[in-house]
């Protein structure tokens, strides 16, 4: 499965971003998730969505401002970002499971994007 991030740059506190990733025909039955990695920290879960967008799981940082979609056609998965924080500084990225419903575990990730960066200043 191949996988491409996009939509990150610079925004202020309390503005939104929407990230994309586009992912090959053949991640089409997987699960797929959203990572962040902040300059000196670990990489952590951001959220997930099942195969088929029935079933969603969010960080819980970040659950009342963040969602998570997919559009099965166009095999895009979006992670819409609403009143971001600095903390929500990091590189994201997106993978795809070897599952059809997600976790919360990178391990579970088999692909993954190459990285967009989200710069949220205050």
């Known amino acids: 499965v191949q996988l491409q991030a996009s939509g990150g740059g610079l925004v202020q506190a309390g503005g939104s971003l929407r990230l994309s990733c586009a992912t090959s025909?053949?991640?089409?039955?997987?699960?797929v998730g959203w990572f962040r990695q902040a300059p000196g920290k670990e990489r952590e879960f951001v959220a997930t969505?099942?195969?088929?967008?029935?079933?969603?799981l969010l960080a819980d940082s970040v659950k009342d401002r963040f969602s998570i979609s997919r559009d099965r056609a166009k095999n895009i998965v979006y992670l819409q970002m609403n009143s971001l924080e600095p903390e929500d500084t990091a590189v994201y990225y997106c993978?795809?499971?070897?599952?059809?419903?997600?976790?919360?575990?990178?391990?579970?990730?088999?692909?993954w994007g190459q990285g967009t960066l989200v710069t949220v200043s205050s």
């Open positions: 993978a795809a499971s070897i599952r059809s419903v997600g976790s919360t575990t990178p391990n579970s990730y088999r692909s």
């Open positions: 969505i099942s195969w088929n967008g029935g079933s969603t």
């Open positions: 025909r053949t991640g089409s039955n997987n699960a």
